[in-house]
């Protein structure tokens, strides 16, 4: 089955400075991949995603992007904030008619001001 | 509010109780998702429903817990002869099959069994 890394498991950095989350997965059948942001104390919400047709996708200050040959994926947040603080988790599915979202450890990103 | 709804958020059991967890998904979304988060760890799959069937299960899912959704809009998640080990964040998501695989998830029930 699908199984996804991710690293670092914690990351600090000084406000207004760039964080990278790198994740890879195993499963050559997965063809999306969304990224969860969770706050203390509230579910996982979705914040961007990306298909395997495309290999960058970019909203406002974040960015992903994939490598679907090495099987490697990343979350790149631009001009941090202190909201950016949470945990950020990737994940990856086989959009098959039955499939499952594989999450990976998470990365718990702080913001320092 | 037309987001995923669970209730209740939070639950404490004496060990060996039974609980029972409720998730309303988004109207009209066909998949639902049970997974479970304990802390630090990210969130671990369950079981899968397509509308009313129950299509896949984890090994994590022992005979002690069980999931139904009979008319295909919301789900219940039961844990009979509670233990310990079972205190986690229990999230629910849903998505629509086929119009994008977005899954949205609810607050969570958390569970501590004492």
């Known amino acids: 089955g699908e199984n996804v890394e991710q690293h670092p498991s914690t990351l600090s950095v000084q406000e207004g400075d760039s964080a990278v989350i790198k994740c890879t997965y195993s499963d050559s059948a997965s063809n999306y991949f969304p990224w969860y942001k969770q706050e203390l104390g509230k579910g996982p919400q979705l914040i961007i995603d990306i298909r395997s047709n495309v290999g960058e996708k970019k909203d406002q200050r974040i960015a992903v992007t994939l490598n679907k040959t090495a099987k490697h994926f990343s979350l790149h947040i631009t001009e941090t904030q202190p909201e950016d603080s949470a945990v950020y988790f990737c994940?990856?599915?086989?959009?098959?008619?039955?499939?499952?979202?594989?999450f990976g450890s998470g990365t718990r990103l702080s913001i320092r001001p | 509010d037309t987001g995923v709804s669970q209730n209740p958020r939070h639950k404490i059991t004496k060990r060996g109780q039974n609980v029972t967890f409720r998730c309303d998904p988004i109207s009209e979304h066909n998949r639902l998702y049970w997974y479970r988060q304990t802390l630090g760890q990210g969130p671990e799959f369950l079981t899968y429903f397509q509308n009313e069937a129950q299509l896949e299960k984890s090994r994590l899912l022992s005979d002690r817990f069980s999931a139904e959704r009979p008319k295909g809009s919301f789900s219940t998640l039961e844990i009979q002869r509670t233990e310990q080990g079972d205190s986690a964040m229990y999230l629910c998501?849903?998505?629509?099959?086929?119009?994008?695989?977005?899954?949205?998830f609810g607050q969570g029930t958390r569970l501590t069994v004492v």
């Open positions: 998501a849903s998505s629509v099959q086929g119009a994008g695989t977005e899954a949205f």
């Open positions: 994940a990856a599915m086989a959009d098959s008619s039955a499939s499952k979202i594989i």
